[in-house]
T-cell receptor, first 112, second 115 residues
Framework: QQQVKQSPQSLIVQKGGISIINCAYE??????FPWYQQFPGKGPALLIA?????SEKKEGRFTISFNKSAKQFSLHIMDSQPGDSATYFC???????????FGSGTKLNVKP | DTGVSQNPRHKITKRGQNVTFRCDPI?????LYWYRQTLGQGPEFLTY????????KSRLLSDRFSAERPKGSFSTLEIQRTEQGDSAMYLC?????????????FGPGTRLTVT
């Protein structure tokens, strides 16, 4: 059973547009929600993260919106650039030992 | 560069052979994780070390897999009698239990191909 569900699987956005990726979870014990960016052949790199006591967090062009009652969170990339083209993973921390559960990923392609 | 490093970056092996991967975490990090990532999927947790103690293992970690972290520094992941289904990217991550957040920092991964 997948603990974190992510959509869409792929996304094409024009340069300057807004990219939106959504995730949903079931386990209310999850207490930390990071987003990772991964380029081909590289490991995931932490992009931005949020805790459930906050509804929104913004860092530069990247914003996480968090809806605790709906158990959903999303990543918004403003003014999307071709350099943002990568695969994005949401994750949630839960259980013992700081274990992360990852979504299945969204491949973003930003067209010039 | 003081990030997480992994070696080798790529490994091609024949079915039935044993392979060993190494992970060097960020030096002050006492927590170390191994994940497996197959094509088109997110990383899946395999095992976790706090210092030298292996505290959790996923059901994905069959008895052909073994991981160690001697002296609480680097870690090795060994796969015995490899199968084609073991082909994947093996990722290592580290974090610091003394830090204010739960951030995990990933290495570049070791891509295993079993022929």
């Amino acid at each position: 059973q997948q603990q974190v569900k992510q959509s869409p699987q792929s996304l094409i956005v024009q340069k300057g547009g807004i990219s939106i990726i959504n995730c949903a979870y079931e386990n209310t014990a999850f207490d930390y929600f990071p987003w990772y960016q991964q380029f081909p052949g590289k490991g995931p790199a932490l992009l931005i993260a949020i805790r459930p006591d906050v509804s929104e967090k913004k860092e530069g062009r990247f914003t996480i919106s968090f809806n605790k009652s709906a158990k959903q969170f999303s990543l918004h990339i403003m003014d999307s650039q071709p350099g943002d083209s990568a695969t994005y993973f949401c994750a949630a921390r839960g259980g013992n030992f700081n274990k992360f559960y990852f979504g299945s990923g969204t491949k973003l392609n930003v067209k010039p | 560069d003081t990030g997480v490093s992994q070696n080798p970056r790529h490994k091609i092996t024949k079915r039935g052979q044993n392979v060993t991967f190494r992970c060097d975490p960020i030096s002050e990090h006492n927590r170390l994780y191994w994940y497996r990532q197959t094509l088109g999927q997110g990383p899946e947790f395999l095992t976790y070390f706090q210092n030298e103690a292996q505290l959790e293992k996923s059901r994905l970690l069959s008895d052909r897999f073994s991981a160690e972290r001697p002296k609480g520094s680097f870690s090795t992941l060994e796969i015995q009698r490899t199968e084609q289904g073991d082909s994947a990217m093996y990722l290592c991550a580290s974090s610091n239990s003394g830090g204010p957040t739960y951030e995990q920092y990933f290495g570049p991964g070791t891509r295993l191909t079993v022929t």
